[in-house]
């Protein structure tokens, strides 16, 4: 069974930091592209971040540039999405996905064929 868990999610202050993390079952993370979506009450999901298989190279979207990272451990099936400064405009329902080919940006939610049920994150004071 294919499985792809999120948890990490909370409540924290503006400026606060959260890591969150990507647990995968039934299929082998390290043959995926992985991205991180976000959506937030009443907006469309969007992209946030992207890590390629191989090389590992990382996309951003430009409203989390410079505050969120992602990093991947292929030997524990998991990723880490990692958010620091944290904004309100943050708060959203957070998800990873799994593409099975190479990405050349963040790209869209058609790309990614593997979805996590989300884990719910909260920035206010």
């Known amino acids: 069974q294919v499985q792809f868990v999120e948890s990490g999610g909370g409540l924290v202050q503006p400026g606060g930091s959260l890591r969150l993390s990507c647990a995968s079952s039934?299929?082998?993370?390290?043959?995926?592209?992985i991205g991180w979506f976000r959506q937030a009450p009443g907006k469309e999901r969007e992209g946030v971040s992207c890590?390629?298989?191989?090389?590992?190279?990382?996309y951003y979207a430009d409203s989390v540039k410079g505050r969120f990272t992602i990093s991947r451990d292929d030997a524990k099936n998991t990723v880490y999405p990692q958010m620091n400064s944290l904004k309100l405009e943050d708060t959203a329902v957070y998800y990873c996905?799994?593409?099975?080919?190479?990405?050349?940006?963040?790209?869209?939610?058609?790309?990614?064929?593997?979805w996590g049920q989300g884990t719910q994150v909260t920035v206010s004071s």
């Open positions: 039934g299929f082998t993370l390290s043959r995926y592209a």
């Open positions: 890590i390629n298989r191989n090389n590992g190279t990382t």
């Open positions: 996905a799994a593409a099975p080919r190479p990405m050349a940006a963040v790209g869209h939610e058609y790309e990614y064929d593997y």
